[in-house]
């Protein structure tokens, strides 16, 4: 368990790009000193990719709030669920047949964080202010470029980025990859979770600057949709993202002694004093780390 207390400061985008429906579905929740964030990007027509992001991203989260835990068997129950619920929704809807997710997830707890991603929907870790990690896709680009016959930059742009290897529904069993091993949190420690319509357009270099540029996970967001933006195209594919930075919280406000009791003293009734004890004044809620 670690010793540091840690607030997390979120912000989610989510957009249709330049498509008639957003089949990304980006969630998160956070209680007390862990939380769970989840991305997903639809595949299948018919609104059925739609459907699967917002199954699969809503039955993790129910998962998470049944069993809250940063482990790597956590993971894989939430992943699990989620792909459960896809394939049974699928199978109860002939228009949805064909339906399936990406799907990346990130848990954080007890002072570490791990995170796992099926597709090529990634996350990205960055640690003073530099990026320390990043999953590989689940595509034949990625698979290319690991063969050393693309360079990891021409991902972006080829022309079989779309074929996936790895979904979270698309196989018989699981296929998720997870990270290596959990990562020991600690303040400024920063997470980018991206759908491929944000990260085509924005590299990692530009991830690194926004992030330097900005003070919230807003602002950290809106630096990397204004880079988007300025080079959408007729078409563009939807764009969804979830950035976390991470804060030390606040140490709480100690408590106030108690009133010593005071000696006896006879008074009439409209003269009595009554002891006093101070206490803090209410805490008022904002948008910044919860």
Not at 20 to 49: I, S
Not at 58 to 75: H, K, T, W
Not at 137 to 142: A, G, L, R, T
Not at 206 to 220: D, P
Request: hydrophobic share 40%; with cysteine.
């Amino acid at each position: 368990m670690s010793a540091t207390a840690f607030a997390f400061d979120t912000a989610v985008l989510s957009s249709a790009g330049g498509r008639d429906v957003n089949q990304d579905e980006a969630r998160f929740a956070v209680e007390g000193q862990g939380g769970c964030w989840v991305l997903c990007d639809g595949l299948g027509g018919h609104g059925g990719g739609e459907t699967a992001a917002r199954i699969a991203a809503s039955n993790v989260l129910q998962s998470y709030a049944q069993f809250a835990e940063c482990s790597e068997a956590a993971l894989r129950t939430y992943l699990e669920s989620a792909r459960r619920a896809v394939l049974t929704e699928r199978g109860q809807n002939p228009y949805l047949a064909a339906m399936n997710s990406t799907i990346v997830l990130l848990v954080a707890g007890g002072g570490q964080a791990v995170w796992a991603h099926a597709g090529d929907s990634r996350l990205y870790w960055f640690r003073a202010g530099r990026l320390r990690q990043q999953t590989r896709d689940h595509s034949v680009p990625q698979s290319l470029a690991d063969a050393g016959q693309i360079t990891p930059k021409q991902i972006r742009f080829h022309e079989d980025r779309n074929k996936l290897l790895r979904s979270l529904a698309g196989g018989e069993t699981l296929e998720a990859s997870l990270a290596p091993e959990a990562v020991h949190l600690i303040p400024g420690d920063s997470f980018l979770m991206a759908s491929d319509g944000l990260w085509e357009l924005v590299n990692e270099t530009e991830m690194e600057v926004e992030l330097a540029r900005s003070s919230t996970a807003e602002g950290w967001l809106k630096g990397l949709e204004t880079r988007l933006r300025s080079r959408s195209y007729s078409g563009h594919d939807n764009y969804s993202a979830i950035a976390l930075r991470v804060h030390e919280a606040p140490l709480p406000a100690a408590a106030a002694p108690a009133a010593q009791p005071r000696p006896l003293q006879l008074q009439t009734a409209s003269s009595i004093e009554l002891p006093k004890t101070e206490r803090p004044l209410p805490r008022i809620k904002t948008g910044g780390p919860n």
